[in-house]
């Protein structure tokens, strides 16, 4: 799992102001758990199915490590491809039995198994990840009814203004009647409450709850009423343009990210050489890129530019490139992926907080995996979440950089209304 954010501690407490220690769960260890599974009938891989440019996994994992609220997040899965996108995302990973990889396998048979394995986890909080418009508040809010007013399982809900009536079988000559109105006095929407519908975005329970009773819902129960807005669910692939519309518009898309990369031949250069008289080579570097790179440097995003080992002129050039765009410049080799991710580890980052720029297929998998990535308009890479208008070495990376920035101020909107405090949370 990811470190955890400012202000807080791996061993599941919070600093009060004065330096000691308050405990979040009470001692009780919390854990999120999306259930995976790589057979989809409906959508082939549709757990690790790009949606709004981001694996569909990875909106409600950065929901869930963004809430602060876990101890530990887990994806179970039978799948490898769906394992290393899930770790990629900052989850743990366990791996399921065949046993409960089946068709008519249930939910809680899938998480009774997970909680005999790991015996240390007392709440489970099994997310859908077909929910995609998860925020880190809803979890918050809703655990809160466990931690602190103590029900045994919370489940979130969504309130519809449907009349429902009763199914005729077709060839009866029985008639329909309704269930939840009266014909004769049909209330307008604003004099109608409306009912409480699961949403199937999250199920809370205790362990006990789970391994004693079999099932997700019973002891106190609570519910945490979403709102329609948020309560999105993707079954068919009907269901896919409409949940990236919604996504685009109510989707949570984190604390926008800290660290970015950027290849230099290509993206910040044109690619081209120029060779003067005196026998000296020389590339041109956009005024309006440079100025993009102060611009994300000035909201304390590190920039690190990226070289080939196999470019000599770039290697000479290095210094300059430091002096002049105040970057760290990095050399890697042909495929970029293990160089770019030890650097995250050094930094204890996660994909979801960082940006790439690249121009190569070599990069696709860095582009895929990235929270945020970008080619420029004249590189046909299809990983890329986000694709200039303009070209390499023409202000792509200046572009980008306003893309990026933008997308950060996006998130800090959302955290305030949200109402999820940085610091101190």
């Not at 954010?5 to 758990?33: I, N, P, W």
């Not at 994806?75 to 743990?92: L, N, P, Q």
């Not at 304390?300 to 000599?312: H, I, K, N, Q, Y």
């Amino acid at each position: 799992m990811a470190a955890r954010k400012r202000g807080t501690h791996e061993d599941g407490h919070l600093q009060d102001g004065t330096g000691s220690k308050v405990s979040r769960t009470g001692g009780r260890h919390v854990a999120a758990l999306v259930l995976a599974r790589g057979g989809s009938k409906g959508i082939p891989l549709k757990n690790i199915k790009l949606l709004a440019g981001v694996p569909l996994i990875g909106w409600v994992l950065r929901a869930a490590l963004d809430s602060e609220m876990f101890d530990s997040v887990w994806v179970s899965t039978d799948d490898d491809e769906i394992e290393k996108v899930a770790k990629c995302w900052g989850a743990k990973v366990h791996r399921r039995s065949p046993e409960v990889s089946k068709d008519i396998t249930s939910s809680v048979e899938t998480i009774q198994e997970f909680l005999r394995k790991n015996p240390e986890v007392d709440i489970v909080c099994h997310i859908q990840a077909t929910s995609p418009c998860l925020h880190p508040s809803h979890l918050q809010e809703a655990l809160k009814k466990i931690l602190e007013d103590g029900f045994d399982s919370v489940f979130s809900v969504v309130r519809r203004h449907q009349f429902r009536w009763k199914e005729v079988k077709k060839g009866s000559n029985e008639c329909t009647t309704p269930f939840n109105i009266d014909p004769r006095r049909r209330p307008r929407r604003q004099d109608w409450d409306g009912e409480l519908y699961e949403n199937g975005s999250f199920y809370i329970s205790s362990k006990e709850l789970i391994m004693k009773e079999g099932s997700s819902q019973g002891g106190k129960v609570a519910y945490y009423e979403m709102e329609a807005e948020h309560s999105v669910d993707i079954d068919v692939d009907i269901d896919w343009p409409v949940a990236e519309q919604r996504i685009l518009r109510y989707g949570y898309f984190g604390r926008g990210v800290s660290l970015m990369f950027c290849k230099v031949s290509g993206c910040l250069t044109d690619g081209r050489v120029l060779l003067s008289i005196n026998g000296q080579d020389m590339v041109s570097v956009h005024s309006k890129d440079l100025a993009g790179i102060k611009k994300l440097q000035k909201d304390d995003v590190e920039v690190v530019l990226l070289t080939s080992r196999d470019d000599a002129v770039t290697e000479s050039l290095t210094t300059k490139l430091k002096t002049l765009t105040g970057c760290e410049v990095m050399a890697v080799g042909e495929e970029p992926l293990q160089e770019v991710q030890a650097v995250m580890e050094k930094k204890k980052l996660d994909w979801k907080d960082v940006a790439y720029m690249g121009n190569d297929p070599t990069d696709a998998r860095c582009l895929s995996l990235a929270g945020l990535s970008a080619v420029p308009a004249d590189v046909p890479v299809e990983a890329a979440k986000y694709t200039c208008l303009l070209g390499g070495g023409a202000g792509a990376v200046g572009e980008f950089a306003e893309h990026v920035l933008l997308q950060k101020e996006t998130a800090k909107c959302q955290m305030k209304q949200d109402r999820i405090d940085r610091l101190n949370f």
